[in-house]
């Protein structure tokens, strides 16, 4: 029903910075918040950001001063800039966007993208 399509990760050194973008298709009517969560391997998958469509946003504390999500609702794109990158910071990451309450069911996820941050 929704496909979320992400790109712009990469490897980056120590202090770079990288911008995520996640493009929403299909029925994107259903979507209320989308943000991003990272997962490494042997982990769960843990929350970075995330934004209503009114502009309400969260980060983690881990990640809060450095990464900034913003958001497109015209263009149902969600973004993530992501500056003073560190080694801890690899992970893949996924957009997700959450469903408006009258539509219930699970999330929608992208297929990840890689971010590494070399030291």
């Known amino acids: 029903q929704v496909m979320l399509v992400e790109s712009g990760g990469g490897l980056v050194q120590t202090e770079g910075s990288l911008r995520l973008s996640c493009a929403a298709s299909?029925?994107?009517?259903?979507?209320?918040?989308m943000g991003w969560y990272r997962q490494t391997p042997g982990n769960q998958r843990d929350l970075v950001a995330r934004?209503?469509?009114?502009?309400?946003?969260n980060y983690s504390d881990s990640v809060k001063g450095r990464f900034t999500i913003s958001r497109d609702n015209a263009k149902n794109a969600v973004y993530l800039q992501m500056n003073s990158l560190k080694p801890e910071d690899t992970a893949v990451y996924y957009c997700n966007a959450e469903r408006r309450s009258n539509w219930p069911g699970s999330p929608y996820w992208g297929q990840g993208t890689q971010v590494t941050v070399s030291s």
């Open positions: 934004i209503s469509e009114g502009g309400t946003i």
């Open positions: 299909g029925w994107t009517f259903t979507i209320d918040v």
